[in-house]
């Protein structure tokens, strides 16, 4: 059975800091790589960054370079997402999502019907 899940959201106040996690299983996790997204209330599902591992590369949406980073440990296949500075516009529920390696370029990566599996999210929200 095919898992990701997520875990690491929570209550945090603007400027702190979060570890978000996703731990995959039931899959060959080198075959693909982890897109991180987020969706606020009312607004569509955003993709915020993505990491291929095998080939080392790591993509950002601009609205979070410079406070997120993106890393894998492929010992445990999990991928976490590092955020810093945490602003209220950051609060979201992020999700973890899978895609093909084939399939990730630099341009597409951000786009949510093309992963092939998802976790259920977790919730981050971020207080002024």
């Known amino acids: 059975e095919v898992q990701l899940v997520e875990s690491g959201g929570g209550l945090v106040q603007a400027g702190g800091s979060l570890r978000l996690s996703c731990a995959a299983s039931g899959f060959t996790f080198d075959d693909y790589a982890i897109g991180w997204f987020r969706q606020a209330p009312g607004k569509e599902r955003e993709g915020v960054s993505c990491?291929?591992?095998?080939?080392?590369?790591?993509y950002y949406a601009d609205s979070v370079k410079g406070r997120f980073t993106i890393s894998s440990d492929n010992a445990k296949n999990t991928v976490y997402l590092q955020i810093h500075s945490l602003k209220p516009e950051d609060t979201a529920v992020y999700y973890c999502?899978?895609?093909?390696?084939?399939?990730?370029?630099?341009?597409?990566?951000?786009?949510?019907?093309?992963?092939?599996?998802w976790g259920q999210g977790t919730q981050v929200t971020v207080s002024s």
């Open positions: 999502a899978a895609l093909r390696l084939s399939r990730l370029s630099f341009d597409q990566w951000m786009f949510p019907h093309l992963y092939h599996y």
């Open positions: 990491i291929g591992d095998s080939d080392g590369r790591t």
